[in-house]
Every structure is written in C-alpha cells, then in structure tokens.
C-alpha cells in the first residue's frame, strides 16, 4: 500500500494503471476471494484519484485499491453476509468506515467472501462456496474473513477491511500470512456494519504489513454519534517509524503454550519473542487465569447476542421471504430455515436457549461475569506489563473438508483470539514463521485499551528485522 502510494506520487505507476492490474487479476483468480466487484465503480474512482494526485493531494490512500468484507455496507453494491437471506440486498447507504475510505480518496474494489454472517473460522460456510488459502489451493484461509485476507496474500488488492468478533480478523491473516489489527472496542464505528454480536464486533483493518495496516487504521478510526459505543476521543496520525523497544515489557502468559499447541506454532512464536528480546524489550512472566474460560464464556454470549441481533431476518423486514405459506408464522419459521444455513442455526438455537427463562441466570449472566473476570485479569497484566505476546491460532491452516462436521474443534481454534474481544482490547496478527507444511504462522500482539499504536509500533520494529511479511504465496 505504501510502496503504491509512493510509485504514484513518482510517476512509475497511475492509479487507473494499478487498478486495471488489480482488476485483471481478479478476474483470472480461482480463490473465490471476492463475492461482489464493481468495475465501473473501481475505474471511475482510480481516475479521479489520479486527478487528485495530479493537483498535489497527498493522502495516502488516494487511489489505493480496497477490498471490504461482505458484512459491510456499500450504497449501491450487494451486501449479503454470505447468505442466501440476504442475496438480494442492496444497501442505501455506506457504512461509515467505507465513507471514511471514499473520502480518502481509496478505490473500493468490491465485497470479500466471508462465513455466513460472519458466523464460523474456515469461510466454508458462506452460500457462494469457500475461499481458497493462496499459499496451498486445497487449505483454509481462515474465518469469516478468509475472502480479505485471502484477497491481500495474493495480491488482488492492497489492503481489505474484515470484522472481528472474536479472531475473524487475526485468525485468517496467522492463516494467509498477512497483518490484521482487531482495534480496541469503539475506535472504529459500526454504523454500517451487519451486526453479530454487538457487544464484541469490530472492524479491523488487513494488510501486507503492519504499516500499511496503521494507514488504513488511520482512515478508520474516530468518533461517529450513529454508533452508540463509539467513543468520543481524539486521535493522533499513528507514527510509521516504528516503536523502539528497548526497556519494552512484553509478557509471556504460560497458558498460551498449552500442550495442544502445535510444535510448528509454539516453535515460531518462541522464536519471535526471542527476537523481541534482541531488540531490547523485557520478556516478563505473567498469569491470566482465568483465559482457560475464554471460549466457553464467549460461546454463550455471542450466540445469544447473535440470537437477538438475527431476529429482524424473518422476510417481512428483511431477506429473502418464502411466500409459498399463506400463514404468518409459518412463514417466518420456512424463511429462516431455508435462508440461514446449518451454523448460524446452530448459533442461534444456541443463544435463544441461553436466554431462555430459567437458563438466562445459570448460563448468560454467568459467562458475563467471567467476561468482567477475563478483563480483570488483562487489568492487572498490564500493570506489569506493556504488551502481551503468544500465538494468534494454536494450528497452522487445515485442510477444507477438514473439521466441517466438527464445530466443537472448530471453536477451539479461537481460544487465543477470542480474550481480546471478551476485554475489548486491541489485538494483532503479524507473521512470524511458518509450519513444516509450508503455511504461515501469525504471533499475535495484545494492548490496553487505546494501546493499538503501542502493538502496530512494535510490529513494525519486528518487521524491520525480519522478513516474514516479504514472503508472497
């Protein structure tokens, strides 16, 4: 993205040239990356960016092509979630973080495949088919937003936006091995964004590097009254010369090294934190014992929100209506057992029986006040240290078919990416190695809140000396 910007303003490259290219390659992928491109759109707006440069605008987004995951919305281009209830939906209006991005003068490519709703971890679930890992055509690249991060490790745009409820942002960049920032909890509005669970969403910008990831999050960021958990705060433009880490504190939790860990992960990690330590940062022990609840906490109150937000989808409202019923409420239940597919099923039964009466104190209320436990636990961590470091998914990227018919496996891989959510802190994926297989393997980077500059600093730092971000599929 940078490198882009830079050719543009030297004159090696024009925005209408690059976007023609980025198009081109789009066209000829079989990665299912993208569910929606809008050529003309893309084409219109690469020449006015490229007037704009020529009058000596310097933003650096100006004529940068963007992709946007499907759960964001575009005034005038499908946003379907991925899901046959909402295939024909055309919003009339754009998300604020895609008017944020026009106004920078970006080139919005178009809409990235996703799991349905942005309910799953592999992309399988979306109704258009599965996105393919560009480093190996038979592996996952992640979930839900495997179509970005695919998009940017192949090259078809230089940075996309995803969502992040609880790792669907850092998971599929570990996987394709690009950087995803999960920011803290209300910097970037979700007005716009199609709600899963409203109390942990988050969209999060994704790049080739931890640079270009701070300039899109620069773009994004700040207050927006639509959004009632956006917060009212001013921002400073993120340095891009990197964080000296010299006298840095980066804790090292023994619970993200489980014995479930793979080999492969856990030797990558190490490795990176190693080269922290040679920058100069102090590798501090810590405990966060209550994490091991994490993803049992997460799995009722996410569904549950999940449960309530899906509730408007009943094809009077929204979707697509069955209408072969003449009865309401017959028509409610065929609409949304034919629209939704089987997980986001699963995650809305889920979530209703959690709030069911006589459930909603043993189970809701429950997982909530290990919620408070988790953020408590971050709360004190971070009085000893900077920055936590450990693994962004215990596995390298999988098979396909593998898993598809155990979701139980499937939510274990969110073990380590799911806390930050549950705290509302800032979180990021950098690469930092690869498995015996050949596939990435992120390290994931964890602030308090409002730290998001402190993670993107360091990970810049640690690009600058090693070289993982280079490596292309």
């Known amino acids: 993205m940078l490198d882009t910007a830079r050719r543009y303003r030297k004159e090696d490259l024009s925005p209408p040239a690059h976007v023609e290219s980025v198009l081109a390659r789009i066209r000829a992928s079989e990665l299912n990356a993208f569910v929606a491109v809008d050529e003309q759109g893309a084409l219109r707006d690469a020449a006015a960016a490229a007037s704009r440069i020529e ?159 701070a300039v899109l999050f620069d773009a994004i960021r700040g207050h927006d009254p639509r959004d009632s958990t956006s917060i009212p705060r001013q921002y400073s433009p993120t340095s891009l010369d990197g964080l000296d880490l010299h006298g840095l504190r980066i804790g090292v939790p023994e619970i993200f090294f489980p014995q479930g860990l793979s080999r492969e992960v856990e030797r990558a990690v190490r490795f990176a934190i190693t080269v922290f330590a040679d920058l100069g940062a102090i590798i501090v022990p810590i405990e966060l014992p209550h994490l091991r609840y994490g993803v049992a906490a997460y799995y009722i109150i996410a569904p549950a929100e999940a449960s309530s937000n899906l509730a408007r989808y009943d094809g009077v409202r929204f979707g697509v209506r069955d209408s072969d019923e003449e009865d309401l409420f017959e028509m409610y239940c065929k609409t949304r057992s034919k629209g939704f597919g089987d997980e986001v099923k699963r995650r809305i039964m889920l979530g209703t029986y959690a709030l069911s009466a006589g459930y909603y104190e043993a189970y809701y209320r429950k997982a909530s006040q290990v919620r408070t436990l988790i953020a408590g636990d971050f709360r004190r961590a971070f009085d000893r240290c900077d920055m936590i470091a450990g693994p962004t998914v215990p596995v ?43 596939m990435p393997v992120g390290l994931q980077l964890l602030g308090p809140p409002f730290g998001d500059e402190t993670i993107l600093g360091a990970a810049m730092t640690f690009q600058d000396r090693t070289r993982f971000h280079e490596v292309r599929p």
């Open 55 to 213: 009058r000596g605008q310097e933003d650096l987004l100006l004529g940068i092509p963007i992709a946007v995951k499907d759960n964001i919305c575009t005034k005038g281009l499908h946003t379907t979630c991925a899901s046959n209830l909402l295939k024909n939906f055309v919003p009339p209006y754009d998300a604020h973080v895609v008017e944020l991005l026009r106004n920078c003068g970006a080139v919005v490519l178009g809409k990235t495949n996703l799991d349905e709703f942005a309910m799953g971890s592999t992309t399988a679930t979306s109704s258009f088919g599965p996105t393919k890992n560009p480093w190996d055509m038979t592996k996952t690249p992640g979930g839900s937003s495997g179509g970005s991060a695919a998009a940017v490790a192949a090259g078809l745009c230089d940075g996309a936006l995803g969502s992040d409820t609880g790792g669907s942002v850092r998971q599929p960049a570990s996987f394709c091995g690009i950087t995803g920032l999960k920011p803290t909890y209300g910097t970037v509005s979700r007005y716009g964004l199609v709600a899963f669970a409203s109390s942990l969403d988050q969209i999060g910008p994704m790049g080739r590097n931890a640079r270009d990831v």
């Open 396 to 438: 390298t990227a999988f098979g396909l078919g593998d898993m598809v018919d155990d979701p139980l496996s499937i939510y274990l891989l969110d073990i380590y990416t799911i806390p930050a959510n549950l705290a509302g802190i800032p979180a990021l994926s950098v690469p930092c190695g690869f498995g015996d297989n050949g």
